[in-house]
């Protein structure tokens, strides 16, 4: 293939337009860019008609992009938005669709009355999002309102979450993750299935994507096949009915674009044309960003449009090599999939290792794995809900099998997800170098003397020594992140830390749960981070708000030391710790300020307490540890329920520069220092505290405190679990997940 159909560029000429309407745009869709050049012979564009056509048809991009709002306006400011929910809310969370701006926020609302499609007025705070996405709506009241005009279009979320409730009723506690499979809806997902599925690189599958679409659109013509319609008419019905499944689910944009290169392939056979490979896919993307030029810095569409045309690019060639290397042996739809899975995996992780900076390592495997249950779940999951109607009983046996199927797909991931090789961390600096070789490399097989088997030879090579570059990449970059994630327990303290190597501390446990050890809200959270060992648990001090969840620790994960401060406590639950930990052949380290131990790079140093206490103040909090955690020019303090005086005591020394406080004893006015705070100018703070708490914490004089000094503030109790990913040059990001 010599050239790109004429739609295929004029696709990329507008895209390029697009582009160039944002400062700094061509960094931000580096990886799209990348991708593309590796994965289609891009040149002159000669196919246009007449040289000033790019030129023309980029100028309309840029147009288009300067004259649509940026995508972060969508996150507004103001405190009180009203408009519609697109889901009843379940779990607490819905998505919003805002009046008069036309954009889809989450909302977190306490109101138990909102119905889908409802139109209300919520008032809250904006909150910040987790990673990259974007930062969502914490709604303190909301109130719903009579309609206005035009309710007819709220019809389809309604049918549509009248749909999942019913879905919920037959399926249980997997009643969530069938939604997301088949009606795009993932509020009622649990967070660390979520992860699960995140770390194993098949994200993926829980989005309703071209695979899901294709299935939908498969067993559609299939049907009307069976009644004896012409192939070509039925491809025209099945496109027309696919049309109103994604109409259904709310028009997503994976969705819509494998929608349109359905319908465009129908129209081609109609025709009696023989489809082009690229055409519908160019055809689709320019469409999609007439539509809405917005679209081009989602991560999503960014994904959506890298793993087609992966397969459009490299699965021919990978399963022609899979024939080659195995011969007959390998079946040939099992040759088909392996090399879908793999030209659309590839493909994908320059748009994932950009936008997450996390690279999962067992994507192919695992994409090739969880498929063929996905493949089976999801038309029975359809099937069922059809027959839900007629013939109840045929769909509940429907609905047990397709249960089964998840079920496996569920255990398998987590289980996988828990093997802390699963994937690999990186930074956007690694991705920029690796991109500019990735570039080079492509150039040069691009060149017209390189043809055939050396274009193949070479471009083989280039990803193959990419690959191989990546832990240098890393090194140079500062080796990874620093993740310290304050994690939601209600009221009491536990900060997980993940170190750039992966390697995990834990600060502190939380509160006592239930019977069930690995049920623990730490020991889930700790889990479906990947955490199998913990290089040390960290006890700031033996109060149950501390230590209660650290039974249920040592009992699920494996647990290089226990430190704390090396006072004995008559406490009945802390003398069991100790049984526990002398069965278990955890070695119980006492600490106080001096001592220091290193971690991949990350310092933790202890700054109290630092004088001996009496035998009658060794459970007072002032015998709490303080923790200094140095990564680079990346400083934070963690405080435990260290007092006011000792707070002063330790900061003496300091001189400001520190971007993170856990501000101490859970916000309570006998700690959080003005003097400490002038000392350690915090970019962030961060309060554990329990909702609704009897102790009335944090006090309204220290959040007093916290403003007066500059810093922003976040709570558990209002934001959920706080996740601080930090770099050794001290840059921060921060996110929030209820």
């Known amino acids: 293939m010599r050239s790109l159909p004429p739609v295929t560029n004029a696709a990329l000429a507008f895209a390029a337009g697009v582009a160039l309407s944002r400062f700094g745009a061509l960094v931000t869709v580096a990886p799209l860019l990348v991708a593309l050049l590796l994965l289609a012979p891009i040149g002159a564009l000669r196919s246009l008609r007449g040289p000033w056509m790019p030129w023309m048809l980029a100028a309309a991009g840029l147009i288009g992009g300067l004259s649509s709002p940026p995508a972060d306006d969508c996150s507004l400011r103001g405190k009180t938005l009203t408009g519609h929910f697109l889901a009843t809310p379940r779990g607490g969370v819905a998505p919003f669709r805002v009046e008069h701006s ?35 709506f914490l709604a303190t009241s909301a109130q719903l309102l009579p309609g206005r005009g035009r309710e007819w279009r709220w019809f389809p979320v309604r049918w549509r979450a009248a749909l999942v409730e019913r879905l919920h009723r037959r399926y249980g506690d997997r009643g969530a993750l069938v939604s997301a499979l088949i009606l795009a809806r993932k509020e009622g997902l649990a967070p660390e299935l979520r992860e699960a599925f995140a770390r194993t690189g098949i994200a993926h599958l829980l989005a309703i994507s071209g695979f899901h679409v294709g ?140 936008h997450f900076e996390r690279v999962s390592l067992v994507g192919i495997p695992a994409t090739l794995a969880a498929t063929p249950l996905v493949a089976l779940a999801v038309p029975g999951a359809l099937v069922s809900l059809v027959l839900e109607f007629p013939l109840p009983v045929l769909a509940g046996f429907l609905a047990g099998g397709v249960d089964a199927l998840l079920a496996c797909l569920e255990i398998g991931t987590e289980w996988l997800a828990q093997r802390s090789w699963v994937s690999a961390w990186t930074t956007q600096t690694a991705v920029r170098v690796a991109a500019v070789g990735l570039s080079l490399g492509a150039l040069a097989t691009r060149a017209p003397r390189v043809r055939g088997r050396v274009r193949r030879t070479s471009g083989l090579i280039w990803v193959v020594t990419a690959l191989v570059a990546w832990p240098t990449l890393l090194s140079m970059t500062g080796r990874g992140t620093l993740e310290m994630i304050i994690l939601d327990v209600g009221q009491g303290d536990a900060i997980a830390i993940r170190t750039p190597h992966a390697r995990w501390v834990l600060v502190d446990a939380g509160p006592a749960g239930g019977s ?40 699920s994960i494996a647990v290089g030391a226990v430190i704390d401060p090396g006072r004995p406590s008559p406490k ?166 209820r």
Not at 102 to 128: F, H, K, Y
Not at 540 to 549: A, E, F, K, S, V
Not at 629 to 634: E, I, K, L, P
């Open 516 to 555: 069930d050890p690995g049920a623990h809200p730490v020991v889930r959270a700790l889990r479906s981070r990947g955490a199998r060992r913990l290089e040390a648990l960290v006890l700031t001090h033996p109060d149950l708000d501390h230590i209660g969840g650290a039974r249920d620790v040592l009992s």
């Open 572 to 737: 009945r639950s802390y003398v069991e710790l100790l049984e526990l930990a002398r069965a278990r052949g955890v070695p119980w380290r006492g600490w106080q300020a001096g001592s220091s131990w290193q971690v991949d790079g990350v310092s933790f140093e202890v700054l109290a307490p630092t004088v001996r206490l009496s035998d009658g103040d060794t459970e007072s909090n002032a015998s709490s540890l303080v923790i200094h955690v140095r990564y680079g020019a990346f400083d934070a303090l963690l405080t435990g329920d260290a007092p006011a005086d000792v707070e002063v005591e330790v900061s003496g020394s300091m001189s400001g520069g520190f971007e993170l406080l856990k501000v101490g004893h859970h916000g309570s006015d006998t700690s959080t220092d003005s003097l400490m705070l002038a000392r350690l100018a915090p970019q962030l703070s961060v309060v554990s505290v329990g909702r609704r708490n009897r102790y009335g914490h944090p006090s309204a004089r220290v959040l007093g405190r916290l403003r007066a000094a500059g810093t922003s503030i976040l709570r558990t109790d209002l934001d959920g679990t706080v996740t601080v990913v930090a770099r050794a040059d001290g840059t921060f990001r921060v996110g929030v997940e």
């Open 215 to 354: 299935v939908v659109s498969g067993l559609i013509l299939a049907l009307v096949r069976s009644l004896r319609i012409t192939r070509r008419r039925a491809s025209l019905v099945a496109s027309i009915a696919t049309w109103l499944y994604v109409a259904l689910i709310g028009f997503p944009d994976a969705a819509c674009r494998a929608a349109l290169i359905i319908a465009l392939l129908s129209l081609s056979r109609a025709r009696a044309r023989p489809p082009a490979r690229w055409g519908a896919l160019g055809a689709a993307l320019l469409v999609l960003l007439v539509l809405d030029p917005r679209r081009l810095w989602s991560p999503g569409f960014q994904l959506s449009f890298c793993g087609a045309a992966g397969l459009v690019a490299w699965g021919s060639p990978i399963r022609q090599a899979l024939r080659r290397i195995a011969g007959p042996t390998v079946p040939e739809g099992l040759a088909t999939g392996l090399a879908a899975g793999a030209a659309a995996t590839l493909a994908t992780i320059p748009v994932v290792a950009w």
């Open 102 to 136: 036309g954009c889809d926020i989450r909302v977190v609302t306490r109101s138990t009355d909102a119905l889908a499609g409802q139109r209300a007025r919520v008032e809250g705070a904006w909150r910040p999002a987790r990673g990259d996405g974007q930062p969502w």
